[in-house]
T-cell receptor
Framework: EAGVTQFPSHSVIEKGQTVTLRCDPISGHDNLYWYRRVMGKEIKFLLHFVKESKQDESGMPNNRFLAERTGGTYSTLKVQPAELEDSGVYFC???????????FGSGTRLTVV | GENVEQHPSTLSVQEGDSAVIKCTYSDSASNYFPWYKQELGKGPQLIIDIRSNVGEKKDQRIAVTLNKTAKHFSLHITETQPEDSAVYFCAASPNPSTYKYIFGTGTRLKVLA
């Protein structure tokens, strides 16, 4: 079974630019989550999709962040315009049943300069 | 708000010794507690979990204990090996209807050969 795949693995952009992160969950997993870890701190929840619907987006920092999951398959997370404080590692995870442990992807390391 | 405190932030042990990582959670409604191991360049991987109706769970060299009254839970690794070196994260799920996790800040474990 293929795992959770994230693209790109690294991204360096200038402040004010736009970046789009992509996540391909494990096939058949209806639940998809985005998390972020800022250097040395905890991994923080951003949002949760059930299929194509946003179940919980209480962790999204502000309206510069937009997450989509078209057709209930892959998901994208767009940051526009990027700010310095957006730097960190963005993790995607998926699960077949909500309330089971997630499977995480390897993350996208975003650096805003 | 909800938070999970994790200690220590770094831990060095000799190969063959035991390692213990402790976490404290704030939300008494939390009822699911997973532990994740993150190796360099990879995403967090679920290694063991425990639900609030269980006090202890063991899987080979890894065990987790939960004290609901004190809102503490701990990871115990016995007979540590160099491949146990990684960053370990504890997490708590405060609300079963949202399935989001509140993570601790991580413990960097080094097993010295």
């Amino acid at each position: 079974e293929a795992g959770v795949t994230q693209f790109p693995s690294h991204s360096v952009i200038e402040k004010g630019q736009t970046v789009t992160l992509r996540c391909d969950p494990i096939s058949g997993h209806d639940n998809l989550y985005w998390y972020r870890r800022v250097m040395g701190k905890e991994i923080k929840f951003l949002l949760h999709f059930v299929k194509e619907s946003k179940q919980d987006e209480s962790g999204m920092p502000n309206n510069r962040f937009l997450a989509e999951r078209t057709g209930g398959t892959y998901s994208t997370l767009k940051v526009q315009p990027a700010e310095l404080e957006d730097s960190g590692v963005y993790f995607c995870a998926s699960s077949q049943m909500a309330y089971y442990g997630y499977t995480f992807g390897s993350g996208t390391r975003l650096t805003v300069v | 708000g909800e938070n999970v405190e994790q200690h220590p932030s770094t831990l060095s042990v000799q190969e063959g010794d035991s390692a213990v990582i402790k976490c404290t959670y704030s939300d008494s409604a939390s009822n699911y507690f997973p532990w994740y191991k993150q190796e360099l360049g990879k995403g967090p991987q679920l290694i063991i979990d425990i639900r609030s109706n269980v006090g202890e769970k063991k899987d080979q060299r890894i065990a987790v204990t939960l004290n609901k009254t004190a809102k503490h839970f701990s990871l115990h690794i016995t007979e540590t090996q160099p491949e146990d070196s990684a960053v370990y994260f504890c997490a708590a799920s405060p609300n079963p209807s949202t399935y989001k996790y509140i993570f601790g800040t991580g413990t960097r474990l080094k097993v010295l050969a």
